[in-house]
T-cell receptor
Framework: DTEVTQTPKHLVMGMTNKKSLKCEQHMGHRAMYWYKQKAKKPPELMFVYSYEKLSINESVPSRFSPECPNSSLLNLHLHALQPEDSALYLC???????????????FGPGTRLTVL | GQNIDQPTEMTATEGAIVQINCTYQTSGFNGLFWYQQHAGEAPTFLSYNVLDGLEEKGRFSSFLSRSKGYSYLLLKELQMKDSASYLCAVRGFDNYGQNFVFGPGTRLSVLP
């Protein structure tokens, strides 16, 4: 099983709303990632969690707040977003942080976010 | 930091062979990945190279030359379903720890 699930598939929110994106994997992976992808652009890394601790924060605005409640779950809390934050948000997981050479990231289907 | 370059678009004919190139500059190289992404879908893993040489996986092969900062993805016996974006991604290390950066992607169109 190499499945990473994400909910919701689509989300439309206003600039004053608070919402959360959820990601789940049951592969026993210890590293989880959030990416943002704009149309016709590659995914851009936002956050990395390793063993439920934030490992990498790629200078993401504070209106995005990640949370890792346990090793299988990863959330992204959204608050006071801007229209330019509209994008596909992808979650990924890997066995570990890639310190071993064969770690591969497996991606979820993404959440298509529209900010009005 | 990292700098990764790929051709923006390529076109090929069904049944043909196509080679998609990726050049990169990075510190602390620790692997190069190829992903396929269909429009509106998540990237799916295709191949991984960390040592020089060719890795073959069915219709797909990937090559790496670390000294040249160069990789390619070779797709044989092209099918219509191979029309997608192909992303090269490089894992490396910098002063802040590990990083994982995608190239701009190559949009491949397979024509009948």
């Amino acid at each position: 099983d190499t499945e990473v699930t994400q909910t919701p598939k689509h989300l439309v929110m206003g600039m004053t709303n608070k919402k959360s994106l959820k990601c789940e994997q049951h592969m026993g992976h210890r590293a989880m990632y959030w990416y943002k992808q704009k149309a016709k652009k590659p995914p851009e890394l936002m956050f990395v969690y390793s063993y439920e601790k934030l490992s990498i924060n790629e200078s993401v605005p504070s209106r995005f707040s990640p949370e890792c409640p346990n090793s299988s779950l990863l959330n992204l809390h959204l608050h006071a977003l801007q229209p330019e934050d509209s994008a596909l948000y992808l979650c990924a997981s890997s066995q570990d942080l890639g310190l071993k050479s064969t770690d591969t990231q497996y991606f979820g289907p993404g959440t298509r976010l529209t900010v009005l | 930091g990292q700098n990764i370059d790929q051709p923006t678009e390529m076109t090929a004919t069904e049944g043909a062979i196509v080679q998609i190139n990726c050049t990169y500059q990075t510190s602390g190289f620790n692997g190069l990945f190829w992903y396929q992404q269909h429009a509106g879908e998540a990237p799916t893993f295709l191949s991984y190279n960390v040592l020089d040489g060719l890795e073959e996986k069915g219709r797909f092969s990937s090559f790496l030359s670390r000294s040249k900062g160069y990789s390619y993805l070779l797709l044989k016996e092209l099918q219509m379903k191979d029309s997608a974006s192909y992303l090269c991604a490089v894992r490396g290390f910098d002063n802040y720890g590990q990083n994982f950066v995608f190239g701009p992607g190559t949009r491949l169109s397979v024509l009948p």
